[in-house]
């Protein structure tokens, strides 16, 4: 089933002060408003600051400046946050071309690719995009622990959590050495290693990284954020994998009620967490409850991907067990 990419820890899609011509341009200024609208969760904005950075950057610098690829790829991340991949990958394909292989933009790409399913490409980019940002910023920078935090996260998606955990490791420790405990990069990385963690089977430690990544960003957001429900999520799906339905019944039905409040209608966000419900109420053995949940989130995605992503075709798997589930229980009810 799906597990979604977070790619709320690309912080470092914005430039630094020294990438910058002047951080009193009126680009500068622009872009630097732009980018603050990820930490509040506030997309929809971030897209309209985002093309006033780019109009300003083609204005000020010329089309094939820099700082125009860096606004693409910021406008970029915002499409692929409010689910529009299909845009989102085409800007990060536009400043790719215009600036080469600098690792912001393959990180970039990276999330999107993983997001397609196309984890190969992924998984290919965000190696180079490591290597990269170790030439450029040093194998400690921030710059290094967000593409190695990209990187494990393509190795969870596909269920590979030995190669996921010891990259979530090393980001930690650099982020908690360059930001302190309490940072939000470093609480988001710390949920990534909790959910590598219980993949491979040590629940303890995942539950208590897991807890602490929630208390950590809705002690800094508030309750109403998708970082919160990211975090939600997470919860959810670990005490699943537990066996605690009760619990991830209630972390899962928060979370959904929460993603309706702040990501627009058929995110794929929300779309996920349909899907983890159907799963849940299918272990439950709530045939119907889990085939509605099932069918929502396949129309869902049937808006976002394409007829063969392996999301949609997941979910569809699940409903013809679904449908034979449910047909097998009326034969058994039938019998005198």
């Known amino acids: 089933m799906r597990k979604k990419i977070i790619p709320l820890i690309l912080f470092f899609i914005l430039a630094s002060q020294k990438t910058l011509l002047s951080s009193d341009t009126p680009w500068a200024i622009v872009y630097q408003q732009a980018g603050e609208f990820i930490l509040q969760g506030k997309y929809g904005k971030g897209i309209e600051f985002s093309r006033k950075a780019l109009k300003v950057a ?33 800007l990060a394909e536009e400043a790719r071309k215009l600036v080469g292989n600098n690792p912001k933009i393959l990180t970039n790409l990276a999330i999107i690719y993983t997001e397609q399913g196309r984890f190969a490409e992924a998984e290919q980019i965000s190696g180079e995009a490591i290597q990269l940002a170790e030439k450029q910023s040093g194998e400690e920078s921030s710059e290094v622990a967000e593409a190695l935090n990209t990187l494990g996260e393509i190795y969870r998606t596909q269920g590979r959590y030995h190669e996921a955990a010891p990259l979530f490791e090393e980001a930690l420790q650099i ?19 909790g959910s590598a963690y219980a993949g491979l089977g040590n629940y303890h430690t995942a539950e208590r ?76 053995m709530k045939y ?49």
């Open 175 to 193: 982020q908690q050495q360059r930001f302190g405990k309490n940072h939000v990069r470093t609480a988001l990385t710390l949920g990534n290693l």
């Open 58 to 90: 083609e204005e000020q610098f010329g089309s094939e400046h820099i700082n125009v690829a860096l606004s693409k790829n910021l406008l970029a991340h915002y499409y692929f946050l409010e689910g529009d991949f299909t845009q989102a990958e085409s």
């Open 288 to 336: 119907e409850e889990a085939k509605k949940y099932y069918q929502k989130s396949l129309k869902v995605f049937e808006k976002i991907y394409e007829p063969d992503n392996p999301y949609i075709q997941a979910v569809q798997r699940e409903l013809k067990l679904l449908d034979q589930k449910i047909n097998e229980t009326k034969t058994v009810d039938a019998l005198p």
């Open 209 to 284: 990284y897991l807890k602490e990544a929630l208390t950590n960003v809705q002690s800094q957001f508030g309750r109403r954020h998708p970082y919160v429900a990211n975090a939600s999520r997470e919860l959810g799906k670990f005490y699943m994998k537990e066996g605690n339905l009760h619990l991830a019944q209630f972390y899962l039905e928060r979370t959904l009620a929460l993603q309706k409040k702040v990501l627009k209608r058929n995110h794929p966000e929300i779309g996920g967490t349909m899907a983890r419900l159907g799963q849940l109420y299918r272990s439950q």
